[in-house]
């Protein structure tokens, strides 16, 4: 197991054990059996991963051979106390990644309609769902209003808008109506909108999340084996303290954190100087800090909020310009993170 600590899982400074992946060691005969689980399905982190482990553990006085298996945790045998053992993976989707704040109100939805579309236009087949069902925003941003259908499978045809594919509450939902649901109901409607919707083949899907640590969280960490989650700040100590509470959840969970991204960095008034209204680089310091990638910063642009309201992404509208760009460029690291 000493060994095994200096085995870190690709992109952290934390090691396997810590993350609590490594599920059982055993020794016979100078022969080391390592089993590993995983809740992503990547099979390049699982190649790289079993690799590390046949050298740390080899390399040990008295091992004549290394039989490691590394498995995501879908595959793995049922176990009665493991509330992440009914995970399913959905068919035709590569990678699912978690868009999370802990704390509203810091541009999450904004960023993962962005995200969206710039990975759509990397190249990637594209999927959003929206797990805020209190308070939908994609809807609005991403400028649709029609319901979806029910096909003769009886699945849910998920609305297209700029080629990226929809799902949310606000689809379902006439004019303002609030949601007024217990958490029961939260968690039966995520898990249709995960398993009952007809997806088809993505590369990615992003699920914006509701700020905080509760049932949506919960279920989708529980429903679906889950590539990575993605945590947006604002650089100010008030947002960055509830966003520790959203990277420590990841962890509980078994959940890598693949980046963080620090949203209203800070603004150029119209004479050209920079105004850090809210700060600026504590969500880079807090990514150092906690030893997980920093993927960029997104200052203000009157453009993006403009975008948002309108249900034109500026990714959409102006892809070519800086408030554009700024996206892309998180979405081409989140891209190398994901191996895609």
Request: hydrophobic residues 40%.
């Amino acid at each position: 197991m000493a060994a095994l600590k200096r085995v870190k899982y690709p992109g952290f400074t934390r090691d396997i054990v810590s993350f609590g992946l490594v599920k059982n060691v055993s020794v016979e005969d100078g022969v080391v059996r390592v089993q590993c689980e995983l809740t992503s399905s990547n099979t390049q982190v699982a190649a790289q991963l079993k690799a590390e482990i046949e050298k740390v553990v080899s390399g040990l006085e008295g091992v004549r051979a290394v039989l490691a298996e590394v498995r995501h945790a879908g595959a793995a045998a049922p176990a009665a106390a493991n509330p992440w053992s009914n995970q399913t993976k959905i068919p035709g989707i590569k990678h699912i990644v978690a868009i999370a704040s802990g704390k509203g109100g810091v541009g999450k939805s904004t960023c993962s309609v962005n995200l969206a579309c710039a990975l759509r236009q990397l190249g990637q087949q594209v999927g959003l769902l929206d797990c805020d069902i209190y308070g939908p925003s994609i809807p609005l941003m991403m400028g649709v209003n029609q319901r979806p259908f029910v096909n003769n499978r009886q699945m849910l045809e998920p609305l297209v808008q700029y080629d990226v594919k929809l799902m949310s509450i606000g689809f379902l939902l006439e004019g303002d109506t609030p949601v007024i649901w217990r958490g029961p109901m939260i968690v039966k409607t995520i898990q249709q909108f995960l398993m009952q919707v007809e997806w088809g083949e993505l590369d990615c899907l992003l699920v914006d999340l509701p700020p905080g640590t509760g049932d949506a969280q919960l279920t989708l960490c529980q429903t679906v084996p889950l590539d990575g989650g993605v945590v947006v700040t604002t650089p100010q100590e008030a947002s960055l303290g509830v966003v520790r509470k959203g990277i420590a959840m990841f962890e509980r969970v078994n959940v890598p954190v693949l980046g963080l991204i620090e949203n209203m960095s800070y603004f150029i008034a119209p004479n050209g100087e920079r105004v850090e209204i809210f700060g600026h680089g504590g969500g880079k310091e807090e990514a150092e800090r906690r030893g997980i990638p920093f993927l960029g910063e997104v200052p203000i642009y009157t453009e993006i909020r403009v975008g948002g309201d309108q249900g034109i992404p500026v990714v959409v509208s102006a892809p070519k310009q800086p408030p554009a760009q700024a996206f892309i460029r998180i979405a081409e690291e989140l891209r190398k993170r994901l191996g895609a």
